[in-house]
C-alpha cells in the first residue's frame, strides 16, 4: 500500500465547478505539499502546509492532521487548470525534501 | 537566474555510458533536492543538500548515483554505466529553507537506449 493515496486518480471537469482532489497519508508527518505538473514536465509548489487552511487566488489547501488527510479545492475552474496534481509529505523526522509523493490525479478542465 | 535551471533539458544516452546532469538553483537557495521521475509514476526522492553538505542520499538507487554540489551552488547528479531502468526525468528543486516550499527545475529527461 502506498503511504500517500490520492483521490481520483482522474477527473473530469467543465468549466466554472468546483473541483475537489483528495489526499490520504499513512505516516507521520512535518508537512504537506501540493504540486501542479504541465505536461512538459514543469512542476509548481502551490501549498505547504502543516496545519488548518490555506488560500492562494481560486486554490484552497486543507489538512486534518488527525485524519491524516487533506483536500486540495479549485473554485470556478477554468481550462487552464489542466495538470496533474500531486500531493507530497515530508516524513516525520525525515529529512527536509525527502518527500513522498502520491500518484497524482491528472485534472482536465473542458470549456 | 530568476528559476530553477537545469540541463541539458533532453539527454539520450547509450548503455553503459556516464552521464552528468546540471542545476542551477535559485541565487541564495540553502537547499537543493533531486528526484527521479519515472514514466506515469510520481516523482521519488533521490538525495539532498544543505549548501555543499550532503545531508541525506538515501534515495539513490545505486552506487552508480552520485550527487555532489561543491560550492554550495551548481549541483551535479552523474550516472555512471547508465542502464535502461535509468530512464526517467530528474528533476531538481532548490528552497530557501524547511519553511518554505519549492522551486522546482523543469527536468532532464534521460533516455538510455
Known amino acids: 500500500k502506498n503511504e500517500v493515496e490520492q483521490s481520483p486518480q482522474n477527473l473530469t471537469a467543465q468549466e466554472g465547478e468546483f473541483i475537489t482532489i483528495n489526499c490520504s497519508y499513512s505516516?507521520?508527518?512535518?508537512?504537506l505539499h501540493w504540486l501542479q505538473q504541465h505536461p512538459g514536465g514543469g512542476i509548481v509548489s502551490l501549498f505547504m502546509?502543516?496545519?488548518g487552511k490555506k488560500k492562494h487566488g481560486r486554490l484552497i489547501a486543507t489538512i486534518n492532521i488527525q485524519e491524516k488527510h487533506s483536500s486540495l479545492h479549485i473554485t470556478a475552474s477554468h481550462p487552464r487548470d489542466s495538470a496533474v496534481y500531486i500531493c507530497?509529505?515530508?516524513?516525520?523526522?525525515?529529512?527536509?525534501?525527502?518527500?513522498?509523493f502520491g500518484k497524482g490525479t491528472k485534472l482536465s478542465v473542458k470549456p | 537566474g530568476a528559476g530553477v535551471s537545469q540541463s541539458p533539458r533532453y539527454k539520450v544516452a547509450k548503455r553503459g555510458q556516464d552521464v552528468a546532469l546540471r542545476c542551477d538553483p535559485i541565487?541564495?537557495?540553502?537547499?537543493l533536492f533531486w528526484y527521479q521521475q519515472a514514466l506515469g509514476q510520481g516523482p521519488e526522492f533521490l538525495t539532498y543538500?544543505?549548501?555543499?553538505?550532503?545531508?541525506?542520499k538515501s534515495g539513490l538507487p545505486s552506487d552508480r548515483f552520485f550527487a555532489e554540489r561543491p560550492e554550495g551552488s551548481v549541483s551535479t547528479l552523474k550516472i555512471q554505466r547508465t542502464q535502461q531502468e535509468d530512464s526517467a526525468v530528474y528533476l531538481c528543486?532548490?528552497?530557501?529553507?524547511?519553511?518554505?516550499?519549492?522551486?522546482f527545475g523543469s527536468g532532464t529527461r534521460l533516455t538510455v537506449v
Open positions: 543538500f544543505q549548501n555543499e553538505a550532503q545531508l541525506d
Open positions: 507530497a509529505v515530508t516524513n516525520y523526522g525525515g529529512s527536509q525534501g525527502n518527500l513522498i
Open positions: 541565487s541564495g537557495h540553502v537547499s
Open positions: 505516516v507521520g508527518i512535518s508537512a
Open positions: 502546509l502543516s496545519s
Open positions: 528543486a532548490s528552497s530557501p529553507d524547511s519553511n518554505y516550499g519549492y522551486t
